[in-house]
């Protein structure tokens, strides 16, 4: 999983990432392909 200050761009690089938040954290998830995971903070 990879921590970034911007996971806008990150969004964009594959179609089945999705923008969550989770307990005040921002997640990239991707269940095709997971190597896409990242955290905000």
Same mark, same amino acid.
């Given at each position: 999983? =990879?921590?970034?200050?911007?996971? =806008?761009?990150?969004?964009?690089?594959?179609?089945?990432?999705?923008?969550? !938040? !989770? =307990?005040?954290?921002? @997640?990239?998830?991707? =269940?095709?392909?997971?190597? @896409?995971?990242?955290?905000?903070?």
């Amino acid at each position: 999983m =990879k921590v970034r200050n911007s996971l =806008k761009s990150l969004r964009a690089r594959h179609r089945n990432n999705k923008l969550v !938040r !989770r =307990k005040g954290r921002v @997640f990239i998830i991707n =269940k095709t392909n997971p190597r @896409f995971k990242a955290r905000q903070g």
